[in-house]
């Protein structure tokens, strides 16, 4: 399964929304140029690059939402991959890197302003399987621009 990389955010100063750019690297310990303001619940090796998925966020605006790519903290914005297939254990690669995805993501708070009703839950895997952020690993460190393939693995 392939897809396309529509969207790299980093927020230099840590917080949300994260703001895109053309191209970054991908590290063991996170994406380069972007900061995170609570390291127990963002970042480090397990958690080193947050994805969401463009077509859940075209989804989302179509209910009133106002998210856009980044609002909601994600690195890497991703075009044409089955969503609800991808689950902790999957690898994909993007550009030169290769990531292993390691758990859902919690919504919270901090995110509310992309969503109608400030209810970040929307987009909670316990209450809407397939809707939620995914974090990874980087087990290949390397390079990644707007418009590179991503693809399932395994």
Same mark, same amino acid.
């Given at each position: 399964?392939?897809?396309?990389?529509?969207?790299?955010?980093?927020?230099?100063?840590?917080?949300?929304?994260?703001?895109?750019?053309?191209?970054?690297?991908?590290?063991?310990?996170?994406?380069?140029?972007?900061?995170?303001?609570?390291?127990?619940?963002?970042?480090?090796?397990?958690?080193?690059?947050?994805?969401?998925?463009?077509?859940?966020?075209? +989804?989302?605006?179509?209910? #009133? *939402?106002?998210?856009? $790519? /980044?609002?909601?903290?994600?690195?890497?914005? &991703?075009?044409?991959?089955?969503?609800?297939?991808?689950?902790?254990?999957?690898?994909?690669?993007?550009?030169?890197?290769?990531?292993?995805?390691?758990?859902?993501?919690?919504?919270?708070?901090?995110?509310?302003?992309?969503?109608?009703?400030? +209810?970040?839950?929307?987009? #909670? *895997?316990?209450?809407? $399987? /397939?809707?939620?952020?995914?974090?990874?690993? &980087?087990?290949?460190?390397?390079?990644?621009?707007?418009?590179?393939?991503?693809?399932?693995?395994?």
């Amino acid at each position: 399964m392939a897809g396309k990389l529509v969207s790299i955010n980093v927020a230099a100063e840590g917080g949300v929304p994260k703001r895109p750019i053309g191209s970054t690297r991908l590290l063991i310990g996170g994406v380069e140029g972007d900061k995170q303001r609570n390291l127990k619940v963002h970042g480090g090796p397990e958690r080193a690059v947050c994805l969401y998925s463009l077509e859940r966020i075209l +989804k989302l605006q179509a209910e #009133g *939402h106002p998210i856009q $790519p /980044g609002d909601v903290g994600e690195n890497l914005t &991703v075009d044409g991959l089955d969503w609800e297939s991808i689950t902790p254990g999957a690898q994909l690669t993007v550009g030169s890197t290769t990531l292993q995805i390691t758990t859902h993501t919690i919504p919270c708070n901090n995110i509310a302003f992309a969503f109608k009703d400030g +209810k970040s839950k929307r987009i #909670g *895997h316990d209450f809407h $399987p /397939g809707w939620s952020r995914l974090y990874a690993k &980087v087990l290949v460190e390397g390079e990644v621009k707007v418009g590179d393939d991503v693809t399932l693995i395994s």
